[in-house]
Each structure stands twice: as structure tokens, then as C-alpha cells.
């Protein structure tokens, strides 16, 4: 088990370019969530996948927020044009939902730090 | 609204035990977690209830009441490493989780 892994860590790139994210989760996991967080605030959801299948999408999210998990493996978050109130650090978890319920507890990657000059 | 409440910063001295509170309201509950987050890292799992009662996991326990809709994290012994961020979330009746702010603790000599 190699744990939830991101990439990049962190990210500097200028007001209104596009950028894109990464997250390999943990590989039996089969819920992949993407949440964003800024200082002193916790977690705040952005969407998430249940295999390749986007089951929720945060109703703030902004319509320049796009994320994929084509194969139900590997995800990746994308933000068109940025702005520098989308600085922030990203982050994904995952999580197993098996049939029979459970705790569906979240595990997470060390994050992508974005910075928008 | 859904609403989840901790307190902002707490002070404890090394070998000590401190007590973290967490209320919430929210739509539904499906289970409370608990996670440690150090600065600049991701939070990491401490611990899950779902029912009412005390939950021990070597130096932390975590306790539940449903009808108070109250939690409280207890370190004890506490180490210099426990300086982190305490986030409570709950998972409401969409199996979403609702975070709090979190609390951080800072840990004296």
C-alpha cells in the first residue's frame, strides 16, 4: 500500500493560465474525492468519483473547475484561466465503499499547493 | 445550514491531557471522524464513531453523544509531535463529509 500520491506538490503559474492536477489513489480504493483548502479552514469539497463515474460536483465550483477519472484509476483536476483567489492547496483522498456499507473512511495525498501571481 | 463547531487554538504542556470539542448540526448522521493535520501536510485518520459512546486508540480517544450532537478527541500524554490541527467532520444524510474549521493545539514544554 503506497498510500494516495499527487502531483505536482506545489505549482506557481500566472493569473489565467490553465493548470492540471494529479492524484493517484489507493489502488483497491474506488471513491476518489477532491477537496480544496486554505489556511485556518478545513477541507472544502469539490467533487467526487465513485470509479470513473462523477457522482457530485460541489455547487460552488466554479465552471473553470473540470476533473476526470477515465479509467476509474488515476484522477486529475484541471482550473481554466486561473485567478488568484484559486490559490490554494488541493487535495485528494480516497476511500473503499464495498456493498456491505462500512466506514468509507478517507485517506489522503500530501496535496498540491497552488499559487496564482 | 449545516454547521460544525470547534474551538480555534488550544494550549497544553507537554506530558498533559487536553480535551477537543466538536458540536455540529447537520442534515442527517452517518458517522464522525477525527483528523490530525500537521502544518503544510494532509490530515490523516485518528478516528471514526458512529455510535454513542467512547472510542480508545492508544494515546487518543474520541467519545460521541448523538443526542447532543457533541464529540470530543482526548490526547493524553501529550509529545512536542502533537502540535497539529484537530479536524472534526461529520458525514451528513448525503454521506457527505461537513468539516469543521479545525482547532490547533500547541503543545509547551
Known amino acids: 500500500d503506497t498510500g494516495v500520491s499527487q502531483d505536482p506538490r506545489h505549482k506557481i503559474t500566472k493569473r489565467g493560465q490553465n493548470v492540471t492536477f494529479r492524484c493517484d489513489p489507493i489502488?483497491?480504493?474506488?471513491?476518489l474525492y477532491w477537496y480544496r483548502q486554505t489556511l485556518g479552514q478545513g477541507p472544502e469539497f469539490l467533487t467526487y468519483f465513485q470509479n470513473e463515474a462523477q457522482l457530485e460536483k460541489s455547487r460552488l465550483l466554479s465552471d473553470r473547475f473540470s476533473a476526470e477519472r477515465p479509467k476509474g484509476s488515476f484522477s486529475t483536476l484541471e482550473i481554466q484561466r486561473t485567478e488568484q483567489g484559486d490559490s490554494a492547496m488541493y487535495l485528494c483522498?480516497?476511500?473503499?465503499?464495498?456493498?456491505?456499507?462500512?466506514?468509507?473512511?478517507?485517506?489522503f495525498g500530501p496535496g498540491t499547493r497552488l499559487t496564482v501571481l | 445550514g449545516q454547521n460544525i463547531d470547534q474551538p480555534t487554538e488550544m494550549t497544553a504542556t507537554e506530558g498533559a491531557i487536553v480535551q477537543i470539542n466538536c458540536t455540529y448540526q447537520?442534515?442527517?448522521?452517518?458517522?464522525l471522524f477525527w483528523y490530525q493535520q500537521h502544518a503544510g501536510e494532509a490530515p490523516t485518520f485518528l478516528s471514526y464513531?458512529?455510535l454513542d459512546g467512547l472510542e480508545e486508540k492508544g494515546r487518543f480517544s474520541s467519545f460521541l453523544s448523538r443526542s447532543k450532537g457533541y464529540s470530543y478527541l482526548l490526547l493524553k500524554e501529550l509529545q512536542m509531535k502533537d502540535s497539529a490541527s484537530y479536524l472534526c467532520a461529520v458525514k451528513d444524510s448525503n454521506y457527505q463529509l461537513i468539516w469543521g474549521a479545525g482547532t490547533k493545539l500547541i503543545i509547551k514544554p
Open positions: 447537520t442534515s442527517g448522521f452517518n458517522g
Open positions: 483522498a480516497s476511500s473503499l465503499v464495498s456493498s456491505g456499507g462500512g466506514t468509507d473512511t478517507q485517506y
Open positions: 464513531n458512529v
Open positions: 489502488s483497491e480504493h474506488n471513491r
